[in-house]
């Protein structure tokens, strides 16, 4: 399978992410591209993940469906064609959406339903996540007694985001904006986690990125619900105290804490099984999920 590492269409460039390439289409309206390179603890590798991007756009574009109803999303619906030649939308299509332009939110809304990752390291050390006291004894992958909701700061690319508490959200966006993300945050993973355990898949944890569309609408954003911006466990292979099968780049992320790397540019090079095994998991979850 082809991979489609990064893109150079006929509009102007916005940005290219870690993953996204995003152009200017008009004043009200832009086009994101997801490609297929992959981001770890912050990272671009120089290796891809095959057709990554089209599983991407299909789960979230599919998620932003499903959760209309808890919260407006930055889908147009409108066709490629509309803005590309016949050549670039052909080399685009399936992993390309037209999007409109937000104002958006300087937080990434992480919430966390068991305890895993970052949060399992925090609470060996402190007994909390992310300053949130909890109960002692949990274990690894245990389901939390609550929802925890974890926002961070946004970083640039190549930066590491930062953990930061609902108070200083409140200094950022405002105690009435920051009261609704941290709701919608909620909602929407509670919405999805059910959904999903429904079709075999727990979500142990989730960030969702936040705009203000023209009339200062919560609006949301970026992608939402995908194996690169969730961990997506097998509900039937779940066991608390191991860390369970992983539907998303965790297994990128397992391979590489065996490896002597500070988790900082260059990028270690990935072997292919890796790379294959990442890529047949994401189509996994994508089956699970939208069929």
């Not at 209309?68 to 050549?87: A, D, F, G, K, R």
């Not at 369970?244 to 990935?270: C, G, H, M, N």
Request: charged share 25%; glycine share 4%; hydrophobic share 40%.
């Amino acid at each position: 399978m082809e991979t489609l590492f990064e893109t150079n269409l006929s509009l102007p460039l916005i940005q290219q992410g870690k993953v996204r390439d995003i152009y200017d289409i008009d004043e009200n309206r832009m086009l994101i591209v997801t490609t297929d390179r992959l981001s770890a603890f912050d990272v671009v590798f120089d290796d891809g993940i095959a057709q990554k991007g089209a599983v991407l756009t299909e789960v979230a574009n599919f998620w932003f469906e499903k959760t209309h109803h808890i919260l407006p999303n930055h889908l147009t619906h409108e066709p490629l064609s509309s803005v590309l030649n016949p050549e670039e939308a052909k080399l685009v299509a399936g992993r390309a959406v037209i999007v409109k332009k937000l104002k958006p939110l300087a937080v990434e809304a992480i919430v966390r339903g068991y305890i895993i990752g970052s949060g399992w390291k925090d609470y060996q050390q402190t007994g909390s996540i992310c300053g949130i006291p909890l109960p002692d004894n949990l274990q690894l992958a245990e389901k939390l007694p609550e929802v925890l909701y974890t926002p961070s700061s946004k970083a640039a690319v190549g930066e590491h985001d930062e953990n930061i508490d609902f108070n200083e959200t409140v200094k950022l966006l405002g105690t009435d904006l920051a009261q609704q993300v941290k709701q919608a945050s909620l909602a929407l993973y509670q919405y999805a986690a059910d959904f999903a355990l429904e079709r075999g898949i727990i979500i142990a944890d989730t960030k969702f990125e936040f705009g203000l569309d023209e009339n200062n609408t919560l609006t949301l954003m970026d992608e939402v619900l995908t194996p690169d911006s969730s961990r997506f466990w097998s509900a039937k292979d779940y066991v608390v105290g191991t860390s369970p099968k992983s539907f998303d780049k965790q297994i990128v992320r397992d391979y590489l804490e065996t490896l002597d790397w500070d988790k900082a540019p260059p990028a270690p090079t990935l072997p292919q099984h890796i790379i294959e095994k990442t890529a047949a998991q994401y189509q996994q979850v994508q089956h699970l999920l939208t069929d």
